[in-house]
């Protein structure tokens, strides 16, 4: 039986249109680790924008008689010092550091994928942008970001409010300061891209060089900026709740999960809960963030790709 | 060789100016008033003396200059003074770089909280390398075995979990439940005695083990990529043709051509790792490098703040210079003329 349909597989992928996404979802199935970081990234992701829906209970809610629970069956993760339903906050929190991190992620790589492709595909820009971002790599970002924070949150918070002002701070500084790495890597991959044949081909047609660049270059770096837009969400959500475990991130009535681990620190003899859930799901997240990265780059790979 | 380390210092220096300056434009441009954190009964005209005894009311580029003076030229010489006794020019009056919240010398606060970090953030990167340098060939050597798979497992998961998430797990699991050892760092112990060395062991082992795992899971996948690369070389097969032993092959030959890009890898970590324990010394109490930053930075002190983030950025550009010039003393393939 299992025989019969191996074959049949066999013949019809033979048989069927092979389209280059397609093989590279075929190869992603096969990265077990990947799927199951889908998986967890999905459920986490559902979990955060339906949740609180399901749940039900405001996260600020302050109900001082409902302090410090244990687990139960109104609270599935019992309550902080003042009452509030840990299970309501980490979904909330949720919303915040993933909304970060993808937010953060993407103004790295617009970022990143700008100055990589005009360093790459200008000769003129490439020395000076080159030297823009060894300048930035040298940065201190960690205390840098800290510093930035510090500074400008008062003034932030005074124009766009509390928690506006907080959010687009930390996703600004969190986005400016790590598209580097992408920029370096796209800056090599149009570097070769740019002696191809199709590139040669189209400039001898006469094709303007932003079509160049929309239309033959861009597509052909798509894998490795996929790639760093994983690592980017990751690198972001670490980095907002290491800020926050710091005591430099979101003020305390607005939860992330960075936020909440930093809260329950000082409550750890009594509720260690209150620090395992915010650090597990930071975990969980970050790890299936990595593997569907690590899947990505297996499964964008021509070398990997086909075995 | 000695010709590029010469120009790559000539680089730096530029690089570290421009730095000194981002950094001190990014605290200067700040709407941030270092007397708003004073009580709102103190009267203006005492803020106003206050902002002048800071030199508050001179001109920016005045005060980098300032800052550059002190920094580059007087603290040397006063170093050179007080450590070896070498006196040149005005000894007593020389202007250093004064903390605004202590008063006293910026260097002198950062030497007093060096050692510390050095021996929580050094220790912890030795153990790291150390455990990561055999997991790593182990795992490439027999690839895909179970001890690669849970290997690679591991390392995944140690390096995406925060440093300050496995610190507190491990608060809750060794001082909480278990009360192995001590919660907070207590720098004020003096190891004169047996007991107080196993109190020092005892309160150092969380925070080497949790950051000196961390660093571990990142190198031992390097290693093990690296060893990887090796494997399938010519070299590899020439030196199994000859009839050498596995052992001799393994550690001899793939080993030490495999532990180039590793080195250079860990001379590039240093300086990560030193704003790594910026989050472990807050986990752990520690009160080294990383707490004082972050003491400075809630307390506004700027000329803390900007000392020791131009150190930090100092020890970037040096260990960068460091993993090149290593990278091309080991390889004999890269030659930099």
Known sequence: MIDANAASEIVESETRHRSLWGDVWRQFRKHKGAMLGVLVFVFILMAVSIGPKLHGIDPNTINFRERNLAPNWEHPLGTDNIGHDTLAQMLAGGQVSLAVGFLAMLIALLLGTFVGVLAGFFKVLDGPLMRLTDLFLALPILPLLLVIIMLFRDTLRSLYGPEMGIFMLIVFVIGITSWMHTARIVRGDVLGIKEREVVIAAHSIGTRQRRIITRHILPN????????ATLGIANAIITESALSFLGLGFPPDFPTWGRLLYDGANFIQITPARVIWPGLFIALTVLSVNYVGDGLRDALDPRLRGR | MIQYIIRRLLIAIPTL?????????????????????????????????????????????????????????????????????????????????????????????????????????????????????????????????????????????????????????????????????????????VVDSWGNFVLQVKQMIMPVMVLGLYNASQLSR???????????????????????????????????????????????GIPTIFSGALITEQVFRVNG?????????????????????????????????????????????????
């Open chain 2, 17 to 189: 100016l421009v730095i000194s300056f981002i950094i001190f434009a990014i605290l200067d441009l700040a709407p941030n008033d270092p007397t708003g954190n004073l009580p709102m009964t103190v009267p203006a005209e005492v803020r106003e003396k206050i902002r002048i005894s800071l030199g508050l009311d001179k001109p920016m580029y005045i005060r980098f200059g300032m800052w550059l003076n002190q920094f580059f030229i007087n603290e040397p010489l006063n170093l050179l003074h007080e450590g070896w006794g070498i006196s040149i020019g005005d000894v007593e009056n020389r202007t250093r770089v004064l903390s605004w919240a202590t008063r006293s010398p910026v260097v002198d606060l950062i030497i007093q909280r060096t050692p510390q970090t050095l021996w929580v953030v050094g220790l912890s990167y030795l153990f790291g390398i150390i455990i990561a340098i055999p997991i790593g060939i182990a795992s490439a050597y027999k690839q895909y075995s179970w001890f690669d798979q849970i290997g690679t497992f591991v390392s995944m998961v140690g390096f995406s979990v925060p440093t300050f998430f496995t610190g507190m797990v491990a608060i809750i699991l060794f001082s909480v439940q278990l009360q192995w050892f001590p919660m907070i760092y207590d720098t004020t112990l």
């Open chain 2, 222 to 268: 390097f290693m093990r990529a690296s060893i990887l690369d090796n494997l399938n070389l010519d070299y590899v097969r020439t030196a199994r043709a000859k009839g050498r032993s596995e052992t001799v092959v393994l550690l001899v030959h793939v080993l030490r051509n495999s532990l180039i890009p590793v080195v250079t890898l860990i001379a590039l």
């Open chain 2, 289 to 337: 490098l990383g707490q004082l930053l972050i003491i400075a930075i809630e307390g506004a002190d700027i000329p803390l703040v900007q000392t020791l983030t131009f150190l930090f950025a100092v020890l970037i550009v040096l260990f960068n210079l460091v993993a090149d010039v290593l990278y091309g003393i080991l390889d004999p393939r890269i030659r930099y003329d």
């Open chain 1, 221 to 228: 770096i798509l894998s490795p900026i996929m790639v760093s």
